[in-house]
């Protein structure tokens, strides 16, 4: 592949030379073009009267040579397929430009939206050949799959004298591709310390709706919410545009100006047009049950297996919502001088956006099929093993990480927070007995969990079928612990696991009166135990191998009359 690319007739061979030997130069790669390489291309463009280039790979070794004329440069069209959504193609752009105008043109502007550049680097030459200003232009995340009706999707980044060329490109080159990723998947985040009222809708007593309204306050803290207030309202009937009627959507707005709030947080899910209502009407921040724990999900997926899979849900979730704001966006315009509707430009824009929505849809269910078929292959590996899986299920920070960690020395993430796991993570340990197991930690499980996260999590729960026994952990610290296991138990009904043997814990005992729960335990089949205490971890790891001694031997009964 030739090296310089481009018009080179009519140059001298001294010329010549001096462009071909800028494809041996390398760039400084802490900056976003090196000096001595820009100032050497100003020259040399002034000298030869035409405008040149360079293409640059993030180690800053010039790829390619571009010869163009007063107006610009060419680009090869062998670069490649595009680069996929939220990603960059690992080369920018580095050119002259001899025009002196500081606006981009047409054709830059194409070639960063087709080639998807780390950058685009235009060289501001004066007619000596000094270089006077370094133009960088990006893409700008926030307009990635926004309609934008001027077509806004580049981001000029302040003009820079040579000598202002700072150091730290590697860094905000990482920290855009980031934010770049996170738009792409539809992933957003709640500003921390935003204040919140808790808006709670209650058919029987206030007594009974309150372990409901604390988890929702336990929602609202693990996405970085402060809770300032708490209202609960007694409606038989739902309205319809509010959810809770326009007086107390008054009530509301003066509770949240009283207290500083800036968002509402509502115990039940809200249709795209209430949502809309009471942000309209209040002017803050709307969130429902389900937005709020896709807000953690988010916040707390660290691999890209877990985006994929939130960003999923956020998209079912905000597909069947998506409704216009205001005149410009709605379907029919103001009245005609026959007093007609006119069609107004908000229709193409809503169908352009459910468009891209379900095309996103299509395309992470298409990944995340992929990520399926890495998970049962290595669900098979595990099988191969021959060493049998027992995976740790409950309730949302019920402790199931504490006890991996306590289990198998492991150092897993183990926070006071929901949500705080959401991958399955699988350790070795061995049983009092000698025999090795793999011990797996699981998301755990909400009741009410939004239908579009249970789906997008389904291939990750659904290996709790396939584990040889379940430890099911029930955190006694909390008022409505029974609730909460009947909770995962419905769950586990549901994956099509409530076969699978099972042992219970009731955990954190060291939280709660143990004598005076013990007449109540003493008809369920568990223990009673506490991660911090050492003899309770001996003692699982004897219940653990209690409990595969007890499923194997079924399973060798069933083996021998499928033999018969």
């Keep these: 592949m030739p090296q310089v690319f481009g018009n080179t007739q009519g140059l001298k061979p001294s010329e010549l030379k001096a462009i071909e030997r800028l494809a041996q130069r390398r760039s400084d790669q802490r900056r976003i073009v090196g000096l001595d390489l820009a100032r050497e291309l100003a020259g040399l463009a002034e000298e030869c009267g035409r405008n040149l280039g360079v293409l640059l790979d993030r180690g800053g070794r010039v790829q390619r040579v571009l010869v163009g004329d007063r107006h610009g440069v060419p ?16 080369l920018r752009l580095v050119r002259t430009d001899l025009g002196g105008g500081l606006s981009l043109t047409e054709e830059d502007r194409q070639a960063m939206l087709r080639h998807s550049f780390d950058a685009l680097v235009r060289l501001l030459v004066d ?3 000094d270089l006077l200003w370094v133009l960088p232009t990006v893409l700008d995340p926030a307009a990635i799959g926004r309609v934008d009706p001027e077509g806004r999707v580049l981001m000029d980044l302040p003009p820079m004298r040579p000598s202002q060329v700072g ?15 996170r738009h792409a ?42 809770v300032v207030e708490i209202v609960m309202q007694h409606r038989e009937r739902m309205d319809p545009r509010t959810l809770i009627g326009s007086g107390k959507v008054r009530d509301l707005s003066k509770t949240a100006m009283r207290v500083g709030a800036t968002a509402l947080l509502f115990d039940r899910e809200l249709t795209g047009v209430q949502a809309r209502n009471l942000e309209d009407r209040t002017g803050l921040e709307v969130l429902d049950r389900t937005e709020l724990v896709l807000r953690i999900f988010e916040r707390r997926a660290r691999t890209r297996a877990a985006r994929i899979r939130v960003a999923l849900a956020r998209l079912r ?8 704001k205001g005149e410009g966006l709605s379907r029919i315009g103001r009245s005609g001088a026959a007093g007609m509707g006119t069609r107004g430009k908000g229709e193409p824009q809503l169908e352009l956006r459910r468009r891209q929505m379900r095309e996103r849809i299509h395309r992470l ?10 998970m049962e292959n290595r669900r098979r590996h595990r099988k191969r093993s021959g060493l049998p899986v027992v995976a740790l299920v409950g309730y949302t920070n019920a402790g199931k990480s504490s006890w991996l960690n306590a289990l198998t020395e492991a150092e897993v993430l183990a926070e006071d927070l929901l949500f705080a796991t959401l991958e399955t993570t699988v350790r070795r340990t061995r049983l009092p007995g000698g025999r090795r197991i793999l011990l797996s930690d699981t998301v755990g499980f909400l009741r009410d969990l939004p239908p579009g996260l249970m789906d997008a999590f389904r291939s990750t729960l659904e290996e709790l079928a396939q584990a040889d026994l379940l430890v099911h952990i029930v955190d006694l610290a909390e008022k409505d612990w029974e609730e909460r296991e009947e909770a995962v138990l419905e769950t586990l009904e549901a994956l099509g696991a409530e076969k699978v043997p099972r042992i219970t814990l009731f955990n954190k005992a060291d939280l709660v009166d143990e004598a005076g729960l013990a007449p109540l335990l003493r008809d369920r089949e568990g223990q009673l135990v506490s991660v911090k205490r050492r003899e309770d971890r001996y003692l699982v790891r004897g219940l653990i191998e209690e409990g595969l001694k007890k499923a194997k031997e079924p399973q060798e009964a069933q083996d021998v009359q499928e033999e018969e």
């Design 127 to 129: 007619e000596f050949g």
């Design 167 to 181: 150091r730290e490109y590697p860094a905000e080159l990482e920290a855009l591709e980031e934010e770049l990723r």
């Design 317 to 324: 979730y905000q597909l069947p919502r998506l409704v216009g």
């Design 365 to 374: 269910e298409a990944l995340l099929a992929k990520v399926r078929k890495q």
């Design 185 to 226: 998947l539809d992933l957003h985040e709640a500003a921390e310390g935003e204040r919140c009222v808790l808006v709670g809708i209650r058919e029987g007593s206030e007594e009974a709706e309150r372990p409901r309204m604390e988890e929702l306050g336990q929602l609202a803290r693990s996405a970085f919410f402060d």
């Design 75 to 90: 680009l090869p069209g062998d670069l490649g397929p595009t680069p996929g959504p939220g990603r960059l193609r690992g």
